[in-house]
């Protein structure tokens, strides 16, 4: 079955720079990979997404880079602001589930 | 709009009580999931239904835990002889359609503290 590890668990960055979560899967058959944010207190909201036709995606300040060769995805946020911190999560399909990797804590400093 | 509501936000009972959680999805949504979320940890995924039926139930950790949809709109989650081990976040999503993976509509959540 689907394995989805992600790294980091924790990732401090100061406002106005860029972070950077990356994610791997172990299922050559995961063909949708979305990103979740998740604030305290609430649950997960989509955020973007990619499907395995295309390499790369963005919306705005946010961009997926999908690689199905080395089987890694990343999250990329550019322009940090406050309202960016909370948990982040990738996950990835399989048998019409979703796997979920265990999260990144992702902390904006003024 | 109204999202995907779920009941109680909060319970604690004591450990062998037994518990139910509801989740009512957003109107239309034929497809709803139940996942667990501890702390520190992704989602995991329980049961999910299409309509009324459980379409795939992989996810029950055992057979203290079972879900309804009588009607394919509310679900309830029901979990027997609760455990300290049951303690966790419990999460109901819901979507259009499962056909095509896509966006989940998730509630805030049902934290359930077993004592």
């Known amino acids: 079955g689907e394995n989805v590890e992600q790294h980091p668990s924790t990732l401090s960055v100061q406002e106005g720079d860029s972070a950077v979560i990356k994610c791997t899967y172990s299922d050559s058959a995961s063909n949708y990979f979305p990103w979740y944010k998740q604030e305290l207190g609430k649950g997960p909201q989509l955020i973007i997404d990619?499907?395995?036709n295309v390499g790369e995606k963005k919306d705005q300040r946010i961009a997926v880079t999908l690689n199905k060769t080395a089987k890694h995805f990343s999250l990329h946020i550019t322009e940090t602001q406050p309202e960016d911190s909370a948990v982040y999560f990738c996950a990835g399909d399989s048998n019409y589930q979703l796997i979920w990797g265990a999260g990144t804590k992702l902390i904006i400093k003024p | 709009g109204a999202g995907v509501s779920q009941t109680p936000s909060n319970k604690v009972t004591e450990k062998g009580k037994y518990v139910e959680l509801r989740c009512d999805p957003i109107s239309g949504h034929t497809a709803l999931y139940w996942y667990r979320q501890s702390l520190g940890q992704g989602p995991e995924f329980l049961i999910y239904f299409q309509g009324t039926g459980a379409a795939d139930d992989s996810g029950l950790p055992n057979d203290r835990f079972f879900a309804v949809r009588p009607e394919g709109s509310v679900s309830t989650l029901k979990i027997q002889r609760t455990e300290r081990g049951d303690s966790a976040v419990y999460l109901c999503?819901?979507?259009?359609?499962?056909?095509?993976?896509?966006?989940?509509?998730f509630g805030e959540g049902s934290r359930l503290t077993v004592l």
């Open positions: 999503a819901s979507s259009p359609d499962r056909e095509n993976t896509g966006e989940l509509f």
């Open positions: 990619i499907r395995s």
